[in-house]
């Protein structure tokens, strides 16, 4: 049972990465044709940093992913405190409501987004309200459960005591906050922050509804390309994301698995000294 687990276990990794690694491998790829691979070459990588209009998309879909993220990190970790503070059943009404938007299906939220985006600004006699307003608040939108999702936990595992003891000293609620909740809280944080800040950076269903022809990001134009033969300097823009997302997702789960590896150490030193 164990052998057929880990073959399947194999085969489920070759489905995911394999497509990934095909695309990074077309992208040292001096031919066109990724079927064929010619010769080992830099060169698509080159043309792509001196594409001005691919690094345009590039440098807005950061600005919008870091502002965004941050936001919505500031916003979540507040939020959190506040449901965290609720009694149990309507901390529960809550927590499924904030859930809903990510299971709700995303074209949905982009076309209901840009419903109520097109419905102000009629009210505010705006005919080209969509931009880069109405694009930061979507992402702001979508990324808010994913930090409010990542620091829960961590309110739920901190010592109640630790607060009660700094406002004991003479701390006030803010202090408190911000010398012993904040400190404690710090992993849920940042992981919350970086999980908001890669559904950002690769967004582009939500940001085709909600982005105006002023300030367009990254997959948004992407999907255009995609309708024509595709440049080869795209693979190489496709495997630098993804080797940025990545290297997120494995610093954000090392930040969890450092966290873990501390409460049990604290555990167990308090267990010994009992």
Excluded: W
């Amino acid at each position: 049972m164990r052998k057929v687990n880990k073959i399947f276990t194999i085969l489920v990794f070759i489905f995911l990465y394999i497509p990934m690694i095909l695309l990074a491998i077309a992208s040292f790829n001096s031919g066109t044709d990724i079927a064929v691979f010619k010769e080992f070459t830099l060169r698509q990588y080159g043309n792509l940093f001196r594409d001005s209009t691919l690094l345009a998309l590039l440098r807005n879909s950061l600005i919008i992913a870091v502002l965004s993220s941050l936001i919505a990190t500031v916003m979540g970790t507040a939020a959190a405190v506040g449901i965290h503070s609720m009694g149990g059943r309507m901390r529960s009404v809550i927590m499924g409501v904030t859930n809903i938007p990510m299971t709700n299906p995303e074209i949905v939220t982009g076309v209901s987004m840009a419903l109520l985006f097109a419905f102000i600004g009629h009210l505010l006699k705006i005919n080209a309200i969509l931009g880069f307003g109405t694009l930061l608040i979507a992402h702001i939108t979508f990324n808010l459960p994913y930090v409010i999702l990542n620091v829960m936990p961590k309110l739920k595992q901190m010592d109640p005591d630790l607060k009660e003891a700094a406002l004991d000293l003479g701390c006030t609620p803010v202090q408190a906050f911000f010398k012993v909740v904040i400190h404690e809280v710090m992993p849920g944080i940042l992981s919350g922050a970086l999980m908001a800040f890669t559904m950002s950076l690769d967004d582009f269903i939500i940001s085709y509804f909600v982005t105006g022809s002023g300030f367009i990001t990254l997959p948004v134009e992407i999907y255009n390309y995609t309708k024509k033969p595709i440049q080869p300097k795209i693979y190489a823009l496709f495997t630098l994301m993804f080797a940025v997302i990545l290297t997120l997702m494995v610093l954000m789960n090392l930040l969890q698995l450092r966290d873990s590896k501390k409460k049990a150490t604290t555990q167990r030193k308090d267990f010994m000294k009992r």
